[in-house]
């Protein structure tokens, strides 16, 4: 159980264009959702809280124009990164709370993007 | 949040218990301790969570001081494949829950 998903594990986009990235929880409804971004060798820097039905709430120094999250419904979350450019490259990785056990939180595979 | 200190690598010899220590001297009565891991370009990978009892599951033991200051981790018989960086985060639960994750520990278990 807990078993979280994203999609796609990884993509390549030219400087300008803009990617969607879809988090779900497969076996679990989730009222949060979470954004982590991780730079290479260095540690997981949350983005994000993405609450169902609501707007999400972006951490100090995350442009919210630039990162667009949605969290439609109690499985899905997406991430937009909008007129991506090349420091936008990074592994985004997100993860959801069960609402059973509110306790933890599980994580997906993450997407690796690369803007060239 | 209660800071989290970790040392920044550790080796282990296969079949032997890893044993990885986290400092938490600021954590309040209401914070949980949590371990995670992150094997290379992976998710994050729960391992166990406590609050003030020791716990135990499949994969790992907590052992979390009376004063509540330190816990460590044990992976009773490490494998090759628990090498990978263990992040130690406490947290109030149920409130918000964002995880602020610091360096952890990258653990190599040896041959």
């Known amino acids: 159980g807990a078993v979280v998903s994203q999609h796609p594990s990884w993509v390549i986009c030219k400087s300008g264009t803009s990617v969607k990235i879809e988090c779900r929880s497969l076996?679990?409804?989730?009222?949060?959702m979470f954004w982590y971004r991780q730079f290479p060798k260095q540690s997981l820097m949350l983005m994000a809280t993405s609450n169902e039905g609501s707007k999400a709430t972006y951490e100090q120094g995350v442009e919210k124009d630039k990162f667009l999250i949605n969290h439609a419904s109690l499985t899905l979350s997406t991430l937009t990164v909008t007129s991506a450019h090349p420091e936008d490259s990074s592994f985004y990785i997100c993860s959801a709370r069960p609402s059973v056990f509110q306790v933890t939180q599980f994580f997906g595979p993450g997407t690796r993007l690369t803007v060239l | 949040d209660a800071k989290t200190t970790q040392p920044p690598s550790m080796d282990c010899a296969e079949g032997r218990a890893a044993n990885l220590p986290c400092n938490h001297s600021?954590?309040?009565?209401?914070?949980?301790v949590y371990w995670y891991r992150q094997i290379h370009s992976q998710g994050p990978q729960y391992i166990i969570h406590g609050l003030k009892n020791n716990e135990t599951n499949e994969m790992a033991s907590l052992i979390i001081t009376e004063d509540r200051k330190s816990s460590t981790l044990i992976l009773p018989h490490a494998t090759l494949r628990d090498t990978a960086v263990y992040y130690c985060i406490v947290r109030v639960a149920l409130t918000g829950n964002q995880f602020y994750f610091g360096t952890g520990t990258s653990l190599t278990v040896i041959p």
């Open positions: 600021t954590i309040s009565g209401n914070e949980y």
């Open positions: 076996d679990f409804q989730a009222t949060t």
